[in-house]
T-cell receptor, first 112, second 109 residues
Framework: NAGVTQTPKFQVLKTGQSMTLQCAQD?????MYWYRQDPGMGLRLIYY???????DKGEVPNGYNVSRLNKREFSLRLESAAPSQTSVYFC???????????FGSGTRLTVV | LAKTTQPISMDSYEGQEVNITCSHN???????ITWYQQFPSQGPRFIIQ???TKVTNEVASLFIPADRKSSTLSLPRVSLSDTAVYYC??????????FGTGTRLTVIP
């Protein structure tokens, strides 16, 4: 039982490049989330998917897109990376509103 | 969306009980209180959750008074491995969790 798996763990991009962060969970959770964590800022929600087939914007969605590919997978895409998107990205999932969140181990992204 | 206020940092000696208090003055009727623990280079990990009174599990206890405007996470007999950042959240079925900056607990030998 792997929980929430994120790939890659580290990535360096040049400004303007694109990439997709992958997230998969094997807990049959309905909801999935993407957060970013910056020093001194806590975690901020980028996008979430309350259930398969739906996605919604969070607090800081600009510059990102998401795809809920199926119940297990939720990807985050940066179409044109900017240095301001340098951050640690966490994917999370939960079964429902009465349950806690399970987080992945994060992707450390640097945009130069 | 109820925001929470916690101390920025705390120090404790190994073996002591640690109490971290969280203030949530504008908590909504349907909100429940959830605590997460985060180690460096890892994602947050769920610790405990409660609505009112006291909840205890194998890791911690959570005390929530009747007015629910604050809560206290209690960690019994901390060890060096409990050094981490602890986040208090007021959570509903809403999907935008406000993590804030948490409380950085340092356990001293």
């Amino acid at each position: 039982n792997a929980g929430v798996t994120q790939t890659p763990k580290f990535q360096v991009l040049k400004t303007g490049q694109s990439m997709t962060l992958q997230c998969a969970q094997d807990m049959n959770h309905n909801s999935m989330y993407w957060y970013r964590q910056d020093p001194g800022m806590g975690l901020r929600l980028i996008y979430y998917s309350a259930s398969e087939g739906t996605t919604d914007k969070g607090e800081v969605p600009n510059g990102y897109n998401v795809s809920r590919l199926n119940k297990r997978e939720f990807s985050l895409r940066l179409e044109s990376a900017a240095p301001s998107q340098t951050s640690v990205y966490f994917c999370a999932s939960r079964y429902g509103q009465d349950y806690g969140y399970t987080f992945g181990s994060g992707t450390r992204l640097t945009v130069v | 969306l109820a925001k929470t206020t916690q101390p920025i940092s705390m120090d404790s000696y190994e073996g002591q009980e640690v109490n971290i208090t969280c203030s949530h003055n504008n908590i909504a009727t349907n909100d429940y209180i959830t605590w997460y623990q985060q180690f460096p280079s890892q994602g947050p990990r769920f610790i405990i959750q409660g609505y009112k009174t006291k909840v205890t599990n194998e890791v911690a206890s959570l005390f929530i008074p009747a007015d629910r405007k604050s809560s206290t996470l209690s960690l019994p007999r901390v060890s060096l491995s409990d050094t981490a950042v602890y986040y208090c959240l007021a959570v509903t079925g809403a999907n935008n969790l406000f993590f804030g900056t948490g409380t950085r607990l340092t356990v001293i030998p």
